[in-house]
């Protein structure tokens, strides 16, 4: 299962910039140093994959569950590639 769920929306406003949004909830662990880093690493993610991959004039909106706490960097950059390519599909 994936480290996130993927969440994107077309704005149809004209703007090509594409834009992010990071949650991680409560529920996927209870301390804040644990949902924090999820957070951090999903940004990286974000920067490392969205230019390529991403959908312009979308909001992206990366949901984190607790499969991704530990999950391997390549696993989370793979996941995220397979999202983006069924959503653009």
């Known amino acids: 299962m994936p480290g996130f769920l993927l ?7 004209g703007d090509p910039a594409m834009r992010i949004g990071i ?28 230019p390529e991959h991403g959908i312009a004039g979308a ?3 990366l949901i984190g569950r607790a499969s991704g706490i ?6 989370l950059q793979a996941d995220l590639v397979k999202a983006l390519g069924r959503v653009a599909r």
Do not use: Q
Not at 7 to 13: H, N
Not at 23 to 35: E, G, H, L, N, Y
Not at 70 to 75: I, L, S, V, Y
């Open 59 to 61: 909001d992206h909106v």
């Open 23 to 50: 949650t991680v909830s409560k529920k996927v662990d209870v301390r804040a140093v644990v949902r924090n880093r999820m957070k951090r690493r999903f940004r990286e993610l974000a920067r490392a994959i969205l």
């Open 70 to 75: 530990e999950r391997d960097w390549a696993h």
């Open 7 to 13: 969440l994107v929306l077309a704005r149809e406003d």
